[in-house]
């Protein structure tokens, strides 16, 4: 539920204070507790596999966020959430 994904997001919060922390998330009310947020994608060329990670600057952290929560078609709302989310937890 969202509130225990909010609990567990705030223990792991504390945790990074303390030690490094890495978590791979679906759930906005974890993503949006991250001090940083990297996009990982892997891809296939030329019979060959890579793997490229890029760290997301604050606009690409909402648009993620706001993924999370509404999908491929990202609404206003979902952004407007996810903007939320992410001041509330800083």
Do not use: W
Not at 29 to 56: G, P, R, W
């Amino acid at each position: 539920s969202g509130k225990a994904a909010g609990r567990i997001g705030e223990k792991l919060c504390s945790l990074g204070k303390k030690k490094q922390v890495i978590c791979i998330t679906h759930l906005p009310q974890i993503a949006s507790l991250a001090d940083n947020h990297y996009l990982i994608e892997k891809s296939f060329e030329n019979e060959s596999f890579s793997t490229n990670v890029h760290i997301l600057d604050h606009h690409e952290r909402v648009l993620e966020v706001a993924r999370i929560i509404s999908g491929d078609n990202i609404s206003e709302s979902a952004k407007k959430a996810a903007e939320e989310m992410i001041k509330f937890y800083k």
